[in-house]
């Protein structure tokens, strides 16, 4: 969120293994990081995976984006 996407990519992996239960706000910050970084193959990966956890519109809108 603050234009550092490479260095949120292991957070986004600390914060899944502190606290598994809450999955869906880290898989949404994993898409986005992947879409900024141009990696859309792993975007659309990280995207679908979001969306089973949580039906917010941004992520069917990073999904259709990658």
């Known amino acids: 969120m603050i234009g550092k996407p490479a260095e949120a990519l292991p957070l986004v992996d600390?914060?899944?293994?502190?606290?598994?239960?809450?999955?869906?706000?880290?898989?949404?910050?994993r898409c986005r990081s992947y879409l900024?970084?141009?990696?859309?193959?792993?975007a659309i990966g990280a995207c679908e995976?979001?969306?089973?956890?949580?039906?917010?519109?941004?992520?069917h809108l990073y999904l259709v984006a990658a």
């Open 49 to 59: 995976k979001a969306g089973t956890f949580e039906d917010l519109w941004v992520v």
């Open 36 to 42: 900024v970084l141009g990696r859309y193959k792993e």
């Open 14 to 29: 600390q914060a899944l293994a502190l606290n598994p239960l809450d999955v869906g706000s880290a898989l949404r910050m």
